[in-house]
């Protein structure tokens, strides 16, 4: 039976690596074809990067999937997806690319599959321009729970750039069909907490980075704790090269905001803090319950569940708004978006109810 080919142009919107990702992971759920052409065409350099294709060979694996133009600076792929089977799977990076930015692309997979996944996964665990295995175990999962997706994951040791070599695990159980879900309104958030961490770095450095966090927040009224977690090379948890920064979480409920800040070579302690305190102080302020950086994670999530799902996000971004485009191309569900770039804004989505057909 001839199935049509999903046809997506990566330089549309944001340009970026997200495109891929969230197509290639829609293709293998709803079991499409695809190809994706101008791959990463607003970067510089175009084109994919190490991690990109190590999440392509990992959604491609997970999927059974065949594939074509899988090679560095490639700006173009066809994705070929098969049976998504369960088991135990290894992907490595070979860089310090993110290992969450390969989980996300992975776990929606995940979620369908036909049998439960277990993930081990090599590479950058604390990068500039992704979220930390904490950001995804503190604020995201316990949203994909709400919606039947129910996911554990594990930090076994840290990576920090240039080598990477950290290591993340995750662990699936298959879902039937997606809940919708509704996170609006105006929550009150009365405590913030988090971790300082470091590897091969003198203590201080965390316990000056958490006390400052601290500082501050108290002052705004806030209870707040941070703990401290300085690793050395005793520790199996340690990464190869030193790295140090803080993730900070703004309770509402069950539920919490959050942001993260690395540290950088000649940048006092306190000055992280403070970044990272202003950063979660300016979440808190919007007043909405989902921030803004899970706001464009759960796009590919509401599109495939069923029923209406509605949240409001507190600063609506390019990532949110090219998601929310690649969705409605790929899957067919029915975005409202109220609000405009940078400002609080309400995202409805009426979704497909995707069903595992393994689970029939």
């Known amino acids: 039976m001839y199935v049509e080919e999903l046809v997506v142009d990566g330089a549309f919107g944001e340009g970026g690596g ?38 392509v060979k990992a959604v491609a694996q997970l999927s059974n999937a065949s594939v074509s133009g899988l090679a560095v600076g490639s700006t173009e792929i066809r994705f070929y997806p098969s049976r998504v089977r369960g088991g135990r799977f290894e992907f490595d990076a070979g860089t310090a690319g993110s290992t969450t930015l390969i989980l996300q692309s992975l776990m929606p997979v995940m979620a369908f599959a036909d049998s ?4 081990l996964i090599r590479g950058g665990t604390n990068n500039p321009l ?47 069909v997606l809940n919708p879900i509704n996170l609006t309104g105006r929550p009150k958030v009365r405590r913030v907490t988090g971790m300082a961490y470091s590897c091969r770095l003198p203590e201080h450095i965390t316990e000056r980075m958490a006390k400052a966090a601290e500082k501050m927040l108290r002052e705004r009224g806030y209870d707040a704790e941070i703990s401290r977690e300085a690793l050395q090379p005793n520790n199996p948890r340690c990464s190869p090269d030193p790295g140090t920064g803080i993730i900070l979480y703004a309770w509402a409920g069950d539920l919490a905001l959050g942001v993260d800040k690395l540290g950088e070579k000649g940048v006092p302690a ?38 209406v799902s509605e949240y409001e996000t507190t600063r609506l971004t390019t990532h949110t708004t090219t998601a929310i485009e690649v969705c409605r191309r790929l899957t067919g569900a029915e975005f409202e978006v109220e609000g405009n770039l940078g400002g609080r804004a309400r995202i409805k989505c009426r979704g497909v109810g995707h069903r595992n057909r393994y689970l029939e």
Request: glycine residues 6%.
């Open 130 to 176: 992704a979220p930390p295995l904490e950001y995804l175990e503190n604020v995201v999962l316990p949203v994909l729970a709400k919606m039947g997706a129910v996911f554990k994951v594990r930090l076994h040791r840290r990576g920090f750039y240039p080598r990477g070599q950290g290591v993340i695990s995750a662990h699936s159980s298959p879902v039937k």
């Open 116 to 119: 439960g996944v277990e993930a």
């Open 18 to 55: 997200q495109i891929l990702r969230t197509s290639v992971a829609v293709a293998a759920v709803m079991q499409r074809p695809l190809r994706v052409f101008n791959i990463r065409a607003k970067r510089r350099p175009p084109g994919l990067r190490p991690q990109h294709l190590t999440a």
């Open 270 to 307: 306190e000055k992280v803090a403070e970044e990272a305190v202003k950063s979660i102080l300016e979440e808190i302020d919007a007043e909405a319950p989902v921030d803004s950086h899970l706001g464009d994670q759960l796009v590919v999530w509401t599109a495939l569940a069923e029923g």
